[in-house]
């Protein structure tokens, strides 16, 4: 009997506990592609499921990780085969099916993209679902601008030192974008401007910048992890025909607007998914990584093992995590 290592997270009455234990291949899903995985991610969703907040998993014990990549142990699907690398992210992994935070995975075809010409293992999963994200976001502001790109264009990112922050920071400063990064984090600043931010500004301090209920027209293109109140500021302070994406909730799931940045100057707010897109709007987004976006994210990403998550599980969930943690199933 084949076993493989997890990190699986079990409900007790005093909260979930977590614990590398030895898992049965057998007591995988059903599937078409069993996969040993190599790497994983953390993102802030996982954090969510191995402590069993809500919303997230619905039965434990449980194995978290949303992002996995390695390589097809077994297939019964024509178009993959044994040996063949793939990346799988998003719709059911580490929410209700076992997850990348396992040593294998077992998904149906329609889940795994093949890991591009140009990306390593190790890049994908430095990206996984937050790089994915950040570069929808990306995506989704350009066919908004029909295009055109982002030269000379003046943008502002959210959570900034964060998972979809940071790399929505690198992808817009790499297409010529002068970005303003929002951080909680005042000990962050030179890490940000590394990153290419060519200004910092503290959370708290965005107020005396953009004002309510519309401000000053400053920037073309926003993108936001936050909501509540940053959001509501960074939709008063877009340029005629600016927008901003939206993916995330860590400062809360509602913000205030009034109609004027629509109505005066014709401002937009996209919506991101990454989890229940298609596969198609996924590969497109992995194959601009790994050619027209490729990035250099070693300074980004902290490389940790199965027995080291926790903490790093604990640290995204007060807010305190900077950049991306690979984690390494090898
Ligand atoms: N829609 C989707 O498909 C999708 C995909 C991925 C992620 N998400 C969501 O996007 C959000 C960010 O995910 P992530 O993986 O990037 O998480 P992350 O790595 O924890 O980054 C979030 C960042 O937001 C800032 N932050 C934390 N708490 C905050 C608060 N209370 N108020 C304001 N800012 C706060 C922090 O950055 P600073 O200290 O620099 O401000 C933090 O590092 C989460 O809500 C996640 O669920 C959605």
Redesign the pocket.
Known sequence: MKTYQALESTKTEEGNTLALVEKNIDDLPEGDLLIKVSYSSL???DA?SATGMPGVTRSYPHTPGIDAVGEIENSSNAAFKEGDKVIVT?YDLGMNTAGGFGQYIRVPANWAVHLPNGLTEIESMSLG??G??AGLSIQALDSYRSGIGFKDTKSIV????????SIALMLLSKLDSKVT?????KE?IEFLNGLGASEVIL?DDLEEVARKPIGKSIWDLGVD??S?D?LTLLLTSLTPGGAVAC?????GPSFESSIFPFILRGNALLG????EISLEQKALIWKKFAKDWKLDLNDLTKEVSLDRLEGEINT?LK????GRILVNLN
Not at 158 to 165: L, Q, Y
Not at 181 to 185: D, E, F, L, N, S
């Open positions: 993102n802030y969703k969510m998003g679902t937050a994915l994200t959210t959570g900034a030192t964060g998972g979809v922050g990064a929002v951080t909680g984090k962050q959370r992890v936050v509540g940053l993916s995330g909730l860590v400062g991101i998914d990454s989890v995204i807010g305190n995590q900077v």
